[in-house]
């Protein structure tokens, strides 16, 4: 079956103006995440989604950062007013819904690229 | 908060065994996992620790303790292609939400 997909997988746009990823996870996958990577660093955790209410949204960064999910299915990472720091790889991930005592592996999309020149 | 450790670097020869460490401290403690990055990669799962001992899968294997806060990967036979980052990350569950926060990664070397 498909995967997590997202897209764009590059996107290079200039400082101030807005962008949005998208992310489709695995059917069935409720829970649904988004994390950033900056190169050479580590997965710097965003945003988390069970269904289409995000319980934790303690890693954005900043008000320029947004995200929602519909239908239990996509989602989308908004960043308005792109600065030069937002430059990295935006990852998503999808799981089966975690419980107490039992989880559920995330399975990762490609990612997108973004570059804020 | 959570507090992730784990080496930045480690160099191992083809054919040995490496152990790779991750200590934390959480609470809401719901599991621990281990995932491999090649580079310009996404990271894909390895393993998962909730209980306490060893979970042997081919040539991985991942150990955890949750009264010390620690856990190893254990990587047997090493090949060329194990050169990545190796990443720990730990989950913590609070009523209806489930996060996963992961360390800054270890990067593994396989030499000849």
């Known amino acids: 079956g498909a995967g997590v997909s997202q897209s764009p997988s590059n996107k290079v746009t200039e400082k101030g103006k807005d962008v949005e990823l998208r992310c489709d996870p695995i059917s069935g996958h409720t829970a649904l995440y988004w994390y950033r990577q900056r190169l050479g660093q580590g997965l710097e955790f965003l945003i988390y989604?069970?269904?289409?209410?995000?319980?934790?949204k303690s890693g954005l960064p900043s008000d320029r950062f947004s995200a929602e999910r519909t239908g239990e299915s996509v989602s989308t990472l908004t960043i308005q007013r792109t600065q030069q720091e937002d430059s990295a790889v935006y990852l998503c991930?999808?799981?089966?819904?975690?419980?107490?005592?039992?989880?559920?592996?995330?399975?990762f999309g490609n990612g997108t690229r973004l570059t804020v020149t | 908060g959570q507090n992730i450790d784990q080496p930045t670097e480690m160099t191992a020869t083809e054919g040995a065994i490496v152990q790779i460490n991750c200590t934390y401290q959480?609470?809401?403690?719901?599991?621990l996992f281990w995932y491999q990055q090649h580079a310009g990669e996404a990271p894909t799962f390895l393993s998962y620790?909730?209980?306490?001992g060893l979970e042997e899968k081919g040539r991985f294997s991942s150990f955890l303790s949750r009264s010390k806060g620690y856990s190893y990967l254990l990587l047997k036979e090493l090949q060329m292609k194990d050169s990545a980052s190796y990443l720990c990350a730990v989950s913590n569950y609070t009523g209806g939400g489930n996060k996963l926060t992961f360390g800054t990664g270890t990067q593994l070397k396989v030499e000849l």
């Open positions: 959480t609470s809401g403690f719901n599991g």
């Open positions: 991930a999808s799981s089966l819904v975690p419980r107490q005592g039992r989880n559920s592996p995330l399975h």
């Open positions: 989604f069970q269904g289409n209410s995000a319980p934790d």
């Open positions: 620790n909730v209980l306490d």
